[in-house]
């Protein structure tokens, strides 16, 4: 009977091992030490949590697909040290790998167990990706003479999280509009040409830690700069939202630039384009959301059009 149980408990303890070893894939080691006494099926049963939520994609792709046709393999490396760069970055501020969609990750903050600086969290995240997806490209671009770009998105609200699957197949990731908005983001990045768009009330959690002075940003050196880029209906989604630019004040335009811009963003918005023309020409020349905004008024004949509400109805990017 004592070898029986001694070798119960051996198994019982192997088993053990073998979940937190899965677990590990998607859990930060903060993560993994809450809930090191707890039931993993319970753990990862869905439900309702308050996420933010990260979606970030890998740009330039499909034409270095196309140029390196005869070296997939070294390609497939190069993508796989990329998305590496995402997931430790994500692990590292202590979120979940949620999925991965070809050449970009998806990661959230909120569950398993709640992170009051959930919003913070993602933010460090996304600029530890920048960073060193920016060193990376810099080598590639020694070496090969192509860069990658990347885009990033990031959205706060209500979703499910747990393990979500059929009965063939289940993963731990997250569901829900906001996820979908966070999708969305990202590809919006290469429409107004900035590397990280996040929600509002992602601006609006981040601005409150700040005043409550939580919002102590990790290794980061410069401060976070937020500023409002348009109202946008992304394709999919039936209410407008707005949308906002996260960058570090040593990347972003200075005081009177960002000013300027939302002057002729708030012109835009209420119809008087050509006050919004005269504002944004003076910082088109640096500023690519600019022109962005500028681009929509030639295209729809330098005036706003009948019943017109300050929404740019985007097509999916």
Request: glycine share 8%; hydrophobic share 40%.
């Amino acid at each position: 009977e004592l070898v029986g149980s001694m070798v119960a408990n051996l198994r019982q303890t192997r088993r053990l091992e073998r979940r937190q070893a899965s677990m590990r894939q998607f859990f930060a080691p903060i993560v993994m030490d809450a809930l090191a006494n707890q039931d993993p099926a319970e753990v990862l049963r869905p439900r309702e949590a308050n996420l933010s939520v990260m979606f970030c994609d890998l740009r330039g792709f499909t034409q270095k697909s196309e140029e390196q046709a005869d070296h997939l393999l070294e390609l497939l490396n190069q993508v796989s040290e990329s998305l590496g760069v995402m997931t430790r970055a994500i692990l590292d501020c202590g979120g979940v790998i949620g999925d991965f969609h070809g050449d970009a990750a998806m990661g959230f903050w909120g569950w398993p167990i709640a992170q009051p600086d959930n919003v913070i969290r993602a933010a460090n995240a996304a600029i530890q990706i920048r960073r060193q997806l920016a060193i990376m490209s810099e080598m590639d671009e020694s070496e090969t003479g192509h860069r990658f770009q990347h885009g990033i998105g990031i959205a706060t609200g209500n979703a499910v999280a747990g393990q979500i699957g059929t009965v063939d197949q289940v993963k731990v990731t997250a569901f829900g509009p906001v996820v979908n908005l966070a999708s969305r983001l990202e590809g919006l990045t290469k429409q107004f040409g900035v590397q990280t768009i996040i929600d509002e009330p992602t601006v609006t959690s981040l601005m409150r830690m700040r005043r409550e002075d939580r919002g102590a940003i990790n290794d980061i050196g410069s401060p976070m700069v937020t500023r409002r880029l348009a109202l946008v209906r992304p394709a999919g989604l039936i209410q407008p939202v707005n949308i906002y630019e996260l960058s570090l004040a040593n990347e972003s335009l200075n005081d009177v630039d960002l000013a300027t811009y939302q002057q002729g963003l708030q012109a835009f918005i209420e119809g008087d384009w050509t006050m919004a023309r005269d504002a944004l020409t003076c910082i088109a020349d640096c500023d690519r959301p600019s022109q962005r905004i500028l681009g929509q008024m030639a295209r729809q004949g330098q005036s706003p059009p009948a019943g017109w509400l300050g929404v740019l109805d985007l097509e999916k990017s």
